[in-house]
């Protein structure tokens, strides 16, 4: 059975339109165990993910995609050319893990954090409890209510 999540990305870095433009994108540079353990042991192929705008004005919910490959290595880690470097990386011990995404859809509008905040149904969702996770779970009741709030243009 297929999951939900939540993913944080900046748009000014990589945003649901690039994502769109793209078709298909890694993801990665995660650097935080508690997201790297749902990357590389949770995140599974045909996981619904909600593309949320981080550190934007407003911040919200962009879109939807689909993971299409489970949790894998990193390379960025093993690559001292890379932001995402990391010299403790090993074959044996790869650290960082990364998933693939596809495109599924973007919202006629964001759906803001305030949005989020004030729809029923939500007020136990992670994003919304200032949650810095780059990666969180998501519920099938609060992924839904998400998904109508966007394909709404809320």
């Known amino acids: 059975m297929s999951r939900c999540w939540l993913f944080k990305s900046e748009p000014d870095v ?3 339109g690039h994502l769109e433009r793209d078709g ?3 993801w990665e540079g995660v650097r935080n165990y508690q997201a790297r353990n749902f990357l590389r042991d949770e995140v599974k192929p045909g996981d619904r993910v909600l593309y949320y705008h981080s ?3 407003p911040p919200g919910v962009a879109g939807l995609a689909e993971v299409v490959r489970a949790g894998y290595p990193d390379p ?3 690559d ?6 990391d010299p403790k990386a090993s074959d044996e011990d790869p650290r960082w893990y990364r998933v693939d995404l ?3 859809e973007t919202f006629p509008a964001l759906v803001p954090l305030d949005a989020l905040r004030a729809a029923p149904g939500l007020e136990k969702m992670l994003v919304i409890n200032r949650s810095r996770l780059s990666v969180q779970p998501v519920t099938d009741e609060e992924c839904e209510i998400v998904l109508r709030l966007g394909r709404a243009g809320a």
């Open 80 to 85: 001292p050319e890379s932001e995402y470097y």
């Open 76 to 78: 960025a880690a093993r």
């Open 55 to 57: 550190n934007a004005d």
């Open 14 to 16: 990589y945003s649901i």
């Open 102 to 104: 596809a495109f599924r």
């Open 24 to 26: 298909r994108t890694h």
